[in-house]
């Protein structure tokens, strides 16, 4: 059984999801992989840690396309972990503006 949180003072923890790019070989837009950002956040903050949510650059986050439960190719439709996230105002308002990775304080 894990341990105990202190829910009045919950540890911290940020993630990190890298920023929108090219693709240089296929020249197409890629982003961070939806699980990756959603699985682990939704078990931390299942365990009472307050998570933040970063990226190198800082800024605006996308997903990669193939990783949205939306996406007509169907890949990740049963991603149900993922479609809640971004289906969650609070949630995926979370990427709109992330700090960049050079403003966690690790003493914090």
């Given amino acids: 059984m894990p341990a105990a949180v202190d829910l009045l003072s919950p540890k911290r923890i940020a993630v990190v999801a890298s920023n929108p790019t ?19 956040y939704w078990e931390f903050a299942q365990h009472g840690y307050d998570v ?14 193939w990783s949205d439960p939306r996406d007509e190719s169907g890949y990740s439709a049963e991603d ?10 609070d949630h995926v308002g979370l990427l709109q503006d992330t700090k960049p990775i050079a403003e966690i304080d690790i003493d914090d």
């Fill in 80 to 89: 149900l972990v993922s479609l809640g996230f971004i289906s969650s105002p």
């Fill in 52 to 65: 933040a949510v970063y990226s190198p650059d800082g800024g605006k986050l996308e997903g990669d396309s």
């Fill in 22 to 40: 090219t693709s240089p070989v296929t020249r197409l837009p890629i982003g961070f992989w939806w699980s990756e950002l959603t699985h682990p």
